[in-house]
């Protein structure tokens, strides 16, 4: 992973946690893809796409979080649920953290699939 990555990554982590938000794993791969953090908070688990950019603005989320990659993201995270069964009652939310210069914004809820 590039360390620009890795940092935001580290700054999303530390984020989430100030929040009082579970970090339950980081950096989870299955064959079809990876969830940079897998998270929870109260009854909700939390898969979460990480973005860190140094130069593009939020208004180009829509190309780092593609539909195709929604979709890569959604099927691993059925992986983790089969993989982590004591989760698997719990409500599913696809959250996205985007990382600048200029701070962290938190969208919750980013996208939506049924697990």
Same mark, same amino acid.
């Given at each position: 992973?590039?360390?620009?990555? +890795?940092? %935001? &990554?580290?700054?999303? =982590?530390?984020?989430l946690? $100030?929040?009082? *938000?579970? /970090?339950?794993?980081?950096?989870?791969?299955? +064959?079809? %893809? &990876?969830?940079d953090? =897998?998270?929870?908070?109260? $009854?909700?688990? *939390?898969? /979460?796409?990480?973005?860190?950019?140094?130069?593009?603005?939020?208004e180009?989320?829509?190309?780092?979080?593609?539909?195709?990659?929604?979709?890569? /993201?959604?099927?691993?995270?059925?992986?983790?649920?089969?993989?982590?069964?004591?989760?698997?009652?719990?409500?599913?939310?696809?959250?996205?953290?985007?990382?600048?210069?200029?701070?962290?914004?938190?969208?919750?809820?980013?996208?939506?699939?049924?697990?």
């Amino acid at each position: 992973m590039p360390e620009n990555g +890795r940092k %935001g &990554e580290d700054l999303a =982590v530390k984020y989430l946690e $100030e929040k009082g *938000i579970k /970090i339950i794993c980081r950096n989870y791969r299955y +064959r079809s %893809g &990876e969830i940079d953090i =897998v998270a929870h908070e109260n $009854e909700t688990l *939390i898969f /979460i796409e990480v973005k860190t950019w140094s130069k593009l603005g939020i208004e180009a989320l829509e190309y780092g979080i593609n539909s195709k990659k929604q979709q890569r /993201i959604i099927k691993t995270a059925k992986y983790f649920l089969l993989d982590n069964r004591k989760y698997r009652y719990m409500a599913v939310r696809f959250d996205v953290i985007f990382v600048t210069p200029q701070g962290i914004t938190h969208l919750a809820s980013a996208f939506t699939e049924r697990v």
